[in-house]
């Protein structure tokens, strides 16, 4: 069965600081990762990661993946209270499936 | 504008009364998915469509049912909902090939 797990499951931080979130995963096979921010409703698509050690970047975000590991990091730098939100990880194994996420990192950012 | 509607976006019902939640998209994708939200457990795929009529299970789902008439909708189908069914729900959408989904807003669904 394919898992994801995702760490720590919430974190507060203040403006300012940079945060890092984990994401691990164990798939029967492997075609992309991606990162997606809920807020109050729908996730948002942020990232996506098919090859190894390429830093996908936005802005203030980052996002690497580790393929020999089996895993990612999505690094947020000079958070804002605007980036509390639940941050997802999800693995696309190429089937129709689709995909299989994880239970998501609960940031809240603090004025 | 590009998207995936449900609806409705909230409903409170009450064990045993049928109830159909909608879910359209407008992008032409070919492959749909329905999933619940349920706290600490994070997104679970309840059943998912990679073309008209041509639908299969997810992870979990007892209690429901779908259908793939036509390649624009994809409705959930709950025939006797139960209190463990309340839940919030997301359709997802999505092209052939290597793309990420669009999500809807989410139904809460509330089962008393």
Same mark, same amino acid.
């Given at each position: 069965?394919?898992?994801?797990?995702?760490?720590?499951?919430?974190?507060?931080?203040?403006?300012?600081?940079?945060?890092?979130?984990?994401?691990?995963?164990?798939? #029967?096979?492997?075609?992309? /990762?991606?990162?997606?921010?809920? @807020? *109050? &409703?729908?996730? #948002?698509?942020?990232?996506? /990661?098919?090859?190894?050690?390429? @830093? *996908? &970047?936005?802005?203030?975000?980052?996002?690497? /993946?580790?393929?020999?590991?089996?895993?990612?990091?999505?690094?947020?730098?000079?958070?804002?209270?605007?980036?509390?939100?639940?941050?997802?990880?999800?693995?696309?194994?190429?089937?129709?499936?689709?995909?299989?996420?994880?239970?998501?990192?609960?940031?809240?950012?603090?004025? | 504008?590009?998207?995936?509607?449900?609806?409705?976006?909230?409903?409170?019902?009450?064990?045993?009364?049928?109830?159909?939640?909608?879910?359209?998209?407008?992008?032409?994708?070919?492959?749909?998915?329905?999933?619940?939200?349920?706290?600490?457990?994070?997104?679970?795929?309840?059943?998912?469509?990679?073309?008209?009529?041509?639908?299969?299970?997810?992870?979990?789902?007892?209690?429901?049912?779908?259908?793939?008439?036509?390649?624009?909708?994809?409705?959930?189908?709950?025939?006797?909902?139960?209190?463990?069914?309340?839940?919030?729900?997301?359709?997802?959408?999505?092209?052939?090939?290597?793309?990420?989904?669009?999500?809807?807003?989410?139904?809460?669904?509330?089962?008393?």
């Amino acid at each position: 069965e394919d898992k994801v797990v995702q760490s720590p499951l919430s974190l507060v931080v203040h403006e300012g600081d940079t945060v890092t979130l984990n994401c691990s995963y164990e798939v #029967t096979n492997f075609r992309s /990762l991606l990162w997606y921010k809920q @807020e *109050k &409703k729908a996730p #948002t698509f942020l990232f996506m /990661l098919t090859s190894s050690g390429i @830093e *996908k &970047k936005s802005g203030r975000l980052s996002s690497i /993946l580790d393929k020999k590991e089996l895993f990612s990091i999505l690094n947020i730098t000079a958070t804002q209270t605007g980036d509390s939100a639940v941050y997802l990880c999800a693995v696309d194994s190429g089937s129709a499936r689709q995909l299989t996420f994880g239970s998501g990192t609960q940031l809240t950012v603090l004025p | 504008e590009a998207q995936v509607t449900q609806n409705p976006r909230y409903l409170i019902t009450v064990t045993g009364k049928k109830l159909t939640v909608t879910c359209s998209q407008n992008m032409n994708h070919e492959y749909m998915s329905w999933y619940r939200q349920d706290p600490g457990l994070g997104l679970r795929q309840i059943y998912y469509s990679m073309n008209v009529e041509v639908t299969d299970k997810g992870d979990v789902p007892e209690g429901y049912k779908v259908s793939r008439k036509e390649k624009r909708n994809f409705p959930l189908i709950l025939e006797s909902p139960s209190p463990n069914q309340t839940s919030l729900y997301f359709c997802a959408s999505r092209p052939a090939g290597n793309q990420p989904q669009h999500f809807g807003d989410g139904t809460r669904l509330s089962i008393l």
